[in-house]
């Protein structure tokens, strides 16, 4: 123990006075310390906020706090091979949940997955055990003993959890201000996910009784819906898997429904379920039974009436009240210890690889966190089962440390006194003694089946203690006793205590979900509660069922003989303050708590023998400076330690200060207190400042003598130093003035070489630049050679030059390589320059083009090479134009001509800018002949192309005509306007017939593909298809006819345009629109009516009509056609989009039959691409699935 952990030990106090020692822990508190030590016991203080000092669990430490015991714990285990356990206690609030949390991140050392394991099993068990209380916002309603094994050589290869008493009254209601278990506040907040498979769950804890009897819903510092998603990813970790996680929620979800449960009715007659439709209906599911069953079970009872009889019998609403809170008690009771369960299977599955064998030795670390003595305005069972887990405690408390006390002056051979403390074990008797005592009478009145009371309880209880037992009294209540504990007298009211010691369910309702329930999960919490079914023959009787009180002492039993064979640690924890205020210190609070938990005993014992201990060794380290080294000889090692302690505390002046207060033991040094540490460290110290001040005057007078020896050898190494040091001086000093006077004749030289470089690009000037650089004065032979290869060089390194002018060309690389760049590229600029002269001369134009490309590249200016080309190039083309024209240069000459013929008068011009006068003259000859039959062959192409029906139709095509008769066959712009006259003719005489016009300008990409797919068809069926699905894109018969025409027009006659494609239909009208305005003229209307009275005209797919002849008399034209009327499939949608519901009008000349099927059409045609839609959609879903099965098959 170091100076500086003296205030951390209580026991090492001068004053062991209450004030003193509450006044020193308060001063570590106010100073952010808030553990400090009884000797081996911890003592924790809760700040209620959180402190800097668990950064590093592992970092070692010497002061007092968690992370030392821990270590002293794990050390201890390692040395001795034998388990360990801590004990955490204190009252509720005072923070022993998160004590244990600190033990776990230090002892739980192994493998990285068992690690996560136990310390994710903290969220999980704190959702479902731990609770608001008055005193506490996280307390802990269950008591919790963790097991971790640990091999040979310390490490983790396992752990298990046993839970005890959970208070299960909490879930049917808790006091004024406190709060029902988190878990069922996170399932209405946080389960959002699992929303949807828990029916009509709300969504705010305000919806459910058992959660608002407290009045208190959020507490500070939680956040239920983050500590949800926190419990269900520590599940996950713990390896319970999602159905399991849905029906330990189902169960939970049942719970909340089945509270909101009301009864109603007399109580002398039976109770009915007033909410089943809203309540039953949704929790009998939950837990796989139907709701009418539930409802039966709840309001009912069944009991043997006689030998094989059964009779029901109905319950009144306290009694259905009360069976309902049993069920809900025993089915969270039962989630409760499955969720243990299940932690301690997946521990034990996940470890038993790692889990030693068992040949090896394996020792344990227990940790034990269980429910701090409580005192209420009302105290029922759940405090005296409670206090009396804290009364065993104390009571192990207490034989270990006061009687370890005893035992260790014993093994020591130190002489102590009678050691006397206050103990508890009389009122551990008067809980848990023989033959009789207070559980044991409880357990009697409860076996006498409905006579039991609880007044009749608590008159035994008198009768049995009552001036027999120094710490019962009764009360003036009718049923209230009081009963001394270690930690202050508490009196409990009787009331329920028959009923909690029970804890029994109603047969009804065991037999209900052990038998009926449709989920195994909901059935197996039933398992052992479920009796058999009632039969005709005799069966062996089940063993009578435990008490609750009989349990939890069994339980507690087994607790006490596991701390009996470990080596157990004490940490006491104390609440600072009631409120919960962060850095708060009541005094009262404080100082009550150090009384009743054993400190001020373990400080006046501890104090009453011997309080300060050091090892032998340690001791002897420590103070053998006080003795002298002759006296101590070689006692200071470890075999001689014992002696050398009793010669030092055999020195005079060290036997003053510790006459009678000290013992060396067997293996340690005993000190009465820390006055007697204080008077040996005072003679440590004095005795330290005696030989510092002998080793301060040793050490002058070395120096001293260091200095007169070696003064002189000093000097003389000095003055050779500074000789040398004078020589190099002025050895640089030469070298200097010769190198700057070298450097100022080169920087001139330098200077205006740079100057040159960026002023001038002549080559001579930067020749006569390095010249005197690279020769220095020298002939000038040896400067051609030097620049001759300069102009080849990559680097100033590659020229081969002479040592001497390479030594003073490498003195200025830098330099010489700019010069040498910006030379190379004077040179490269004038000789492609000279090249584009040449090819400019020469008239190359492919030898002209590479050189533009080249001094593009290279960023030089060839404005005018480039202008020179273009001249070129427009040359060639113009004179290759123009012979083509005049003198043909292909198989046709006449071909030849008129593919140029559009653009001859731009030829002629430029030919003329361009000074081929040759060429423009033929070219204007060859013109005048062909000029007339090219621009009438012209004229006919662009009739075509534009489709123009006042030309093509008009009088004058006779004029036409007899032209056409003049045209050569081979034009295949005759033929085309033959057969695109033909087109017009008929579709006018459809036009007329049916009074419409069509407005189609062109054909659609889709059109064109299918009228392809018609022309190329290789079998009839395959020709029938396209020609269906034509009709269809088309919409009407008349539509499809103009589509096949116009096709094969456009495919067999317009050769001369390009090739057919999706984009481009080069202009062709199916059929020329005209003017609305014009077609509802009442010249138009007139036309139309005249036609209308004309017979139709006969007219198949199979007859083409025949061009008519010219007559021999040519005869004025006749006036133009009357104009297209509107087509009736416009009409009709236009008519549809603005959703009128009067039907269309009789048009003129088409009677109601017709339009009639026209409308039928257009609404299959609808139908049929709604239907073609549909599955496109479909085949593009299957299309994207079949995609996504292909990826994840080749990832």
Known sequence: MDDDDDDDDLAELESLSEESVLEHVRSRFYADNIYTLVGSILVAVNPFKSLGIYDNPHKPRREAHVYRTAMECYDAMLETKRSQSVLISGESGAGKTETCKHILAYVARGDASVEDQIIKSNPVLEAYGNAKTLRN???????????????????????????????????????????????????????????????????????????????????????????????????????????????????????????????????????????????????????????????????????????????????????????????????????????????????????????????????????????GFEVFATNSFEQLCINYANEKLQLVFNNVVFAQEVQTYEAEGVPSTALRFDDNAACVALLDGKPVNAFSLLDDECAGGAAARDDKYRSKCVRAFQGKNAHFSSSTHLYGFTVGHFAGHVEYDARGFVEKNRDALSTTLSTLFAVHSTLSFAASLFDDGAPPSPGVGKKKAAPAKKTLSAAFRAQLSGLVKALEATDPHFIRCIKSNAAKRPGCFEDTLCLEQLRYSGLFEAIRIRRAGYATRMSHTLFARRYAIVVSTAALGDRRRKRDAKRACETILADPRVAVACKDRSYV????????????????????????????????????????????????????????????????????????????????????????????????????????????????????????????????????????????????????????????????????????????????????????????????????????????????????????????????????????????????HDLLEGGARLGLDDAVAAAKRTYEEVAPTLERRAALRRACETVDASVLLADSVEELGQEEDEMPDEWPEKKAAAELRRMLECEREICLRIDAQFDRQALTPREVELCRRVERAASARARADAENALRYAAGSAEVFDALCRAYKWRAVYCTWLPALD????????????????????????????????RPPVERTTTTTPRRPTAPSNPKPPPPPPPPLPPSPLLLLEEKQKKKTKNPPPAYAGVDATTLRRLEASRVARDREKARLARIDRELDTISRSVGRRRKQAWR
């Not at 130093?721 to 700057?740: D, S, T, W």
Request: glycine content about 8%.
């Open 137 to 371: 916002n996280n307390s802990s309603r269950f008591g919790k003993w963790m097991r971790l094994d640990f091999s040979g050589r310390g490490v983790l290869g396992g752990g298990s959890v046993t839970n005890y008493l959970l208070e299960k009254s909490r879930v049917v209601a808790c006091a004024s201000g406190e709060r029902n278990y988190h878990a069922l506040y996170q399932l209405v907040v946080g389960a959002r996910k699992e929303r949807a498979a828990l029916g009509p769950l709300p969504a705010t804890p305000e919806s459910f009784g058992c959660l608002m009897s407290g009045r208190c819903v959020t507490v500070e510092g939680l956040d239920d819906a983050r500590d949800w998603t926190e419990q269900r990813r520590a599940l996950d970790v713990l390896g319970v898997s999602v159905p399991e996680q849905s029906d330990a929620i189902a169960v939970l979800a049942a719970i909340l429904w089945l509270m909101n449960c009301e009864f109603y009715g007399d109580d002398e007659g039976g109770g009915r379920a007033a909410n089943v439709a809203t309540t039953l209906a949704i929790a009998g599911p939950l837990v796989g039974v139907e709701a009418d069953r539930l409802e039966t079970a709840l309001t009912t009872r069944t009991e043997q009436m006689g030998k094989g009889s059964m009779v029901t019998l109905p319950l009144s609403p306290s009694q259905a009240a009360a069976a309902r809170n049993a069920l809900a008690k025993h089915l969270y009771a039962r989630l409760f210890d499955w969720l243990v369960a299940r932690i301690n299977r997946s521990l034990d599955s996940k470890t038993a690889a790692a889990r030693p064998s068992t040949t090896t030795t394996t020792t344990h670390i227990g940790i034990l966190d269980i429910f």
């Open 665 to 904: 033991g067997t293996t340690q040094v005993f000190l009465k207190d820390a006055a007697v540490r204080r008077s040996l460290d005072a003679l440590r110290e004095e005795q330290a400042g005696e030989r510092l001040k002998f080793a301060q005057a040793a050490w002058r007078g070395y120096t001293i003598r260091e200095k007169s020896e070696l003064a002189a050898h000093r000097r003389k190494r000095r003055l050779a130093r500074r000789a040398r040091a004078a020589a190099a001086f002025l050895q640089r000093c030469a070298r200097g003035a010769a190198a700057r006077r070298t450097t100022r004749a080169a920087l001139g030289t330098l200077e205006r070489l740079r100057g040159l470089t960026k002023s001038t690009r002549n080559r001579a000037a930067l020749d006569g630049a390095l010249i005197p650089l690279l020769g220095g004065g020298g002939p000038e032979a040896d400067l051609s050679v030097a620049l001759g290869p300069l102009w080849a060089s990559a680097s100033v390194d590659d020229l081969p030059l002479a040592p001497a002018l390479r030594r003073r060309l490498g003195a200025h690389a830098a330099e010489v390589a700019v010069a040498v760049n910006h030379l190379r590229r004077l040179r490269l600029e004038a000789s492609i320059d000279a090249e584009i002269a040449e090819a400019t001369a020469a008239r190359d134009v492919a030898w002209l083009g590479a050189l533009i490309e080249t001094a593009v590249a290279l960023e030089i200016d060839v404005t005018a090479a480039r202008a020179d080309l273009a001249t070129f190039l427009e040359r060639e083309a113009t004179l290759r134009d123009l012979k083509r024209f005049s003198e043909g240069g292909g198989n046709d000459e006449e071909e030849d001509r008129f593919a140029v013929f559009d653009r001859i």
């Open 1062 to 1093: 999706n984009a481009v239909f080069c202009g062709l009208h199916i059929l020329r629109a005209r003017e609305r305005g014009e077609a509802d003229s009442p010249s138009a209307r007139r036309r139309r009516n005249e036609a209308s009275r």
